[in-house]
T-cell receptor, first 117, second 113 residues
């Protein structure tokens, strides 16, 4: 099992360009998440999905769009990249369970390092 | 913000010493988790402690939770150079059915050989 994979690993964009980050998981997880990680800020949730065809906004959704057309894939789009979107982007997935209480470990991909010039 | 806060931001110790990291949070929680991130990699789950638990062990890891103080600590005993990484706490709100996590800013641990 590959777990959670992300494509691409690195990308450099110019301001105003668009791109899509792809996340794939092979664990049949219902939930998927996109985070960004900036120095000194920890991980901040951009968007998430609780199932195929559903998405919701997280803490910092502005400037991003997402789609979950297939259960195993979660796409993050930047329509018009800005330097403030320079960051490392992580995708995660989970399958929350009730086992003597909520158990909601998240599994992370290796990250995409994006630079917007 | 519901984000937790780790303390200290950075910790530097020698191999064989114990490392203690603390996490404070603001809301009522269902559980609290600790994750590890090696440089340039994704986060890896270490341990989960529920709101009705006070202490949990996993190998060289010991986690405590004090819900009255809204704080948790992660102790790594007999540290090794391979423990060098960033450590994050993450909380799940009480009543959450979505499994959403709120991450702290992390503690950077460096273990010198």
């Amino acid at each position: 099992n590959a777990g959670v994979t992300q494509t691409p690993k690195f990308r450099v964009l110019k301001t105003g360009q668009s791109m899509t980050l792809l996340c794939a998981q092979d664990m049949n997880h219902e939930y998927m998440y996109w985070y960004r990680q900036d120095p000194g800020m920890g991980l901040r949730l951009i968007h998430y999905s609780v199932g195929e065809g559903t998405t919701a906004k997280g803490e910092v959704p502005d400037g991003y769009n997402v789609s979950r057309l297939k259960k195993q894939n979660f796409l993050l789009g930047l329509e018009s990249a800005a330097p403030s979107q320079t960051s490392v982007y992580f995708c995660a997935s989970s399958s929350p369970k009730l086992i003597r209480g909520l158990y909601n470990e998240q599994f992370f991909g290796p990250g995409t390092r994006l630079t917007v010039l | 913000s519901q984000q937790g806060e780790e303390d200290p931001q950075a910790l530097s110790i020698q191999e064989g010493e114990n490392a203690t990291m603390n996490c404070s949070y603001k809301t009522s929680i269902n559980n609290l988790q600790w994750y590890r991130q090696n440089s340039g990699r994704g986060l890896v789950h270490l341990i989960l402690i529920r709101s009705n638990e006070r202490e949990k062990h996993s190998g060289r890891l010991r986690v405590t939770l004090d819900t009255s103080k809204k704080s948790s600590s992660l102790l790594i005993t007999a540290s090794r150079a391979a423990d060098t990484a960033s450590y994050f706490c993450a909380t799940t709100d009480r009543g959450s059915t979505l499994g959403r996590l709120y991450f702290g800013r992390g503690t950077q641990l460096t273990v010198w050989p």
